[in-house]
Nanobody, 124 residues
Framework: QVQLVESGGGSVQAGGSLRLSCAAS????????MGWVRQAPGKEREGVAG????????TYVDSVKGRFTISQDKAKKMIYLQMNSLKPEDTGVYYC?????????????????WGQGTQVTVSS
């Protein structure tokens, strides 16, 4: 059974950077995709970025393209989200998520394994 634990959230001023980490335990073979999903107060969960374990292909929601980078370290079973040029609208709880045979890595409903979430707060 795969379990996910996030770390690295915090508070930062607009324009700043944060790096989120997600440690995966259990087997995440090449059928898995991993993603970062965020939930802002009063809003639905939104897929932010996804990465294929098989070939490291990535995808991003338009609002973070050029600012966020998702990456993985297969040997360490780690997923990262480097967030630069942060904006107040990036504020929310960020979840690491995993799932098998995912068609759209930005669709949060396709993921069935979730971490506990980490808070990111960006002040203006």
């Amino acid at each position: 059974q795969v379990q996910l634990v996030e770390s690295g959230g915090g508070s930062v001023q607009a324009g700043g950077s944060l790096r989120l980490s997600c440690a995966a335990s259990g087997s995440t073979d090449s059928t898995y995709s991993m993603g970062w999903v965020r939930q802002a107060p009063g809003k639905e969960r939104e897929g932010v970025a996804g990465i294929s374990v098989r070939d490291s292909s990535t995808t991003y929601v338009d609002s973070v393209k050029g600012r966020f980078t998702i990456s993985q370290d297969k040997a360490k079973k780690m997923i990262y989200l480097q967030m630069n040029s942060l904006k107040p609208e990036d504020t929310g709880v960020y979840y690491c998520a995993a799932g098998r045979y995912i068609a759209s890595m930005l669709d949060s409903y396709e993921y069935d394994i979730w971490g506990q979430g980490t808070q990111v707060t960006v002040s203006s």
